[in-house]
T-cell receptor
Framework: GAGVSQSPSNKVTEKGKDVELRCDPI?????LYWYRQSLGQGLEFLIY????????KSGLPSDRFSAERTGGSVSTLTIQRTQQEDSAVYLC??????????????FGPGTRLTVL | AQSVTQLDSHVSVSEGTPVLLRCNYS??????LFWYVQHPNKGLQLLLK??????LVKGINGFEAEFKKSETSFHLTKPSAHMSDAAEYFC??????????????FGKGTLLTVNP
């Protein structure tokens, strides 16, 4: 079946602009995650959605970052007033319910964001 | 709190020779441990995982890892490297601290180069 898809694959924007990154999880996966992969910081957890529960936003680096998940499926990560340090690859993952120990997270190919 | 240390940022081997990628972890609770692989411009793919069953875990493509609690290690091995194994490898831990076993903590990654 189809894996996790993300769009766009590449995004170049100017400093100060807003960007939206999209993630389509695997059908039937109730949990969805966003991570950021950057040269200096490695892979960092950003946010987690599980069903209709309140998301865990503890990894968001600033209030310029927000995410939503509509209808328990597609998710959008929004970065407002982008800064050059936001340049990174943004990865989305999905899994079955987190409550199962060691549930595998399936990753999408990522969106490479470049802020000029 | 959980953390992961990958002891080598870069490992270079010849094709047909053994591979050893080292990982040490720190976890307050009984952890789940994973190895993910990332080929250039591709998404992260799960190689194998440990979730408290057998301590020797076999994964895809001939890789295996052994969980050693006394040494807090989870090293990845393969008897014979293939050119297609060239990629970046991430050791990952999650535990039950705070009920957030969905949070993956990634190591900094080890870049594996395979020479002909």
């Amino acid at each position: 079946g189809a894996g996790v898809s993300q769009s766009p694959s590449n995004k170049v924007t100017e400093k100060g602009k807003d960007v939206e990154l999209r993630c389509d999880p695997i059908s039937g996966h109730t949990a969805l995650y966003w991570y950021r992969q950057s040269l200096g910081q490695g892979l960092e957890f950003l946010i987690y959605f599980q069903g209709n529960s309140a998301p865990d936003k503890s990894g968001l680096p600033s209030d310029r970052f927000s995410a939503e998940r509509t209808g328990g499926s597609v998710s959008t990560l929004t970065i407002q007033r982008t800064q050059q340090e936001d340049s990174a690859v943004y990865l989305c993952a999905s899994s079955l319910s987190f409550s199962v120990r060691g549930n595998e997270q399936f990753f999408g190919p990522g969106t490479r964001l470049t802020v000029l | 709190a959980q953390s992961v240390t990958q002891l080598d940022s870069h490992v270079s081997v010849s094709e047909g020779t053994p591979v050893l990628l080292r990982c040490n972890y720190s976890s307050s609770y009984s952890p789940s441990l994973f190895w993910y692989v990332q080929h250039p411009n591709k998404g992260l793919q799960l190689l194998l995982k440990y979730t408290s069953a057998a301590t020797l875990v076999k994964g895809i493509n001939g890789f295996e890892a052994e969980f050693k609690k006394s040494e807090t290690s989870f090293h990845l091995t393969k008897p014979s490297a293939h050119m297609s194994d060239a990629a970046e490898y991430f050791c990952v831990v999650s535990d039950l601290s705070g009920g957030s076993n969905y949070k993956l903590t990634f190591g900094k990654g080890t870049l594996l180069t395979v020479n002909p």
